[in-house]
């Protein structure tokens, strides 16, 4: 038994290594040792250690949970120009919508043609107000629009995001105008699941009207940083969440100063997708994480920082403003609340661990002062994030991303008079891009940025911002102030993209004809004109990017030398409740590339569909369902199998308040489109319950654990300053305070 949970090594919320049979590489036989690179370095142990047991052929004790999930295929029909009459009738009391009678003489919206639509930068529906009578009564009148046919036609959920607005009248005649392109949005309601937008109280008698998108919606928000506030949750046995990483054996260097590279799945963050966040999955997949880690600065919308002496208390926009001097570390794997010590100046970690971090101006990025961070820990290893450079005259590293801020208060950064001189460049995420130790040993970061504009101040103006990113390269084996490097990783990229028919995902067919191929990419909000973004109101985070695949080499002879090679293949699959697909990690196959190409066979992802709300027929939004991993067959045929938990809540069973749940799941205060104040919401926690490991090999049992949860579930108060209090409640996961396991053979 005690070989047996040593070889499989599954446990809830702590990590279980990959990618064979083993924890790491006990288990290589001969031929995956030298396709992982071993002959390089014979020194890494004894070879007879490495031999495993002979693979059984016989039928296994653990099955496949769930399914493999494949890609989805989404199928767009838009209605012709004047082809779709648009239902209006009288608003009921109270706003709703009576569907018993057309209102009589009310007017009637047709669909212009798209042409003039794509020429008015409406990336939607265009129509035309036809007032059929003088009647005022046109005030009481509701307008219901079916968006169900093409509800994926601009991706990253794009039919969620819809809302009605009002445009000029001149929009039709000279749609390029840029006066003719102001959107005022119209009170409305998204129902999702039905497919329909409906503005409750429309004020109509002749003009335009618009169905297009705004930055969230109720399956998730674009306005919003990809750091979530799930970050923060513990990964333990007591939270119940499963986690399992995959390894990424870096050529040695001879410092010993390398990178520590691994493929990290967590449950937990998939928990966390609420309709608050933005739910764009990481480059690797949904639930995946391979970070080098950052420090995230978050900034308020400035609608929402309209006190004190704000020079934009009565000017609404979409733009980001200053808060206050805040940071959060993503580093070695956790989140962590950076504290300012304004007495030494230093700023140290919530949970201090004795690390040091420093907050600089001087480096050589686009941020206004300037502004980079040094980390060093309790061993002396310098970790320097987002400084741009190594040196002044070295390469960019691009890893300092930007995005104008407002300081609409005074004493803050980039305050004037007048709002619409406020702003400057403000690092939003700073990206470890150096590391030197005590001994001179370095290491080097390279990142791609990915660029967008937006109309800042209501389109007053066009500005560029960094949407996102992604790291492309690690250099190391350095010394301190020398950009020579003999060992070195390299970082590819694909397009989130469904090849078919004539699409095969080449970057320059993003267009808006292609945009349904790209399903998790809020094609609506890509703006590349530099005068005029009156779609694009508010700077939105994404990328269209998936890691493709993850290249090793190293110097021999005076050249580098790929190592080792691992390609990651994704789908991109249906959820089946109207929400667009979300990257799935599939596959990951690794290859041996020193004396000719060894192919082992590939480790494959099953996952099992669990809707994140608590839903119902009818409310404001999808169950928003998502995978959660299930399975995993290893290189050899070992299987682990992960059961999770049933859903503890309904909507007709909720926790009788927030401040006493105990149950598995959790509220969420958030502001639907058009409504002044949040509502609230609930949504799943699911636990671990089971994992069943059947490592393939003769001799060696399938082992099975048991996670029973004693007692209720802990929720704390969401204390982040920077929410406001309107919006806070208790959704920070504390887990269980007793977890009995019990492992034993099947």
Known sequence: MAIAAAVVGALVGTTLAGPATAAGGDAWNPQERRSHGAELWPDQGDEQSLIPSTTDTGEQDVAVQGKAPTNATVDVTWPGAGSMTVAVTRAATGGTTSKSKRAGGAPTLRVVDADVAAKANVAGLLMQVTSRTSDTDA?????????????????????????????P?????????????????VDSVNDAQAGTVTARSASLTSGVMALTASASGSTGDFSATPLAASSAWAVSTQTGSFSWSYPLRVPPAASGLEPDLSLSYSS?????????????????????????????????????????????????????????????????????ELVHDTASGYWRPKNDDGTRVERKTGGWNADNDDEYWVVTTSDGVKYYFGRGKTSSTGSDLNSAWTVPVYGNNSGEPCHASAFADSWCQQAWRWNLDYVADLS???????????????????????????????????????????????????????????????????????????????????YDLVCTSSSSCPDVRSPAFFTRKRLAKVETKTTVGGALQSVDSWTLTHTLPDPGDSGNAVLWLASIQHQGLVGGTVTLPKVTFAGTQLANRVDKIGDVGPPMIRYRLSSIVSESGGITSVTYSDEDCTTSDLPSSPQSNTRRCFPVQWTPEGRADPIREYFHKYLVTVVASDPAESGIEAVQTRYDYVGGAAWHYDDNDLLPAKRRTWSDFRGYATVDVTTGSL
């Open 169 to 185: 009248s001149c929009a039709l005649s000279t749609p390029e105008s840029a006066q003719c392109q102001t959107q005022s949005p």
């Open 440 to 522: 001179g040993n370095a290491m080097t970061y390279t990142y791609v940025a990915e660029s967008n504009n937006y109309g800042r101040n209501n389109n007053d103006a066009v500005s560029s911002y960094d949407r996102g990113g992604y790291l492309a390269r690690i250099d190391y084996g350095q010394r301190d102030g020398s950009s020579a490097a003999p060992e070195q990783v390299v970082f590819t990229t694909a397009e989130r993209c469904v090849a078919s028919g004539s699409i095969t995902c080449a970057p320059s067919e993003l267009n808006d004809d292609t945009a349904s191929s790209w399903p998790d990419v809020p």
């Open 139 to 167: 005030a009481a009148v509701a307008v219901s629009v079916d968006y169900s046919k093409f509800a994926g036609a601009f991706g990253g959920g794009w039919g969620s995001r819809l809302r009605l607005v009002t445009l």
């Open 268 to 336: 937990a963050s998939v928990d966390g997708r609420v309709a608050s966040t933005n739910n764009q999955s990481s480059w690797i997949g949904d639930g995946w994480d391979l970070s080098s880690g950052f420090i995230e600065r978050k900034y308020v919308p400035c609608a929402e920082d309209t006190d004190g002496d704000a020079n934009n208390a009565d000017h609404k926009t979409g733009d980001l403003c200053w808060s206050d001097q805040n940071a959060t570390l993503v580093f070695n794997g956790s989140s962590t």
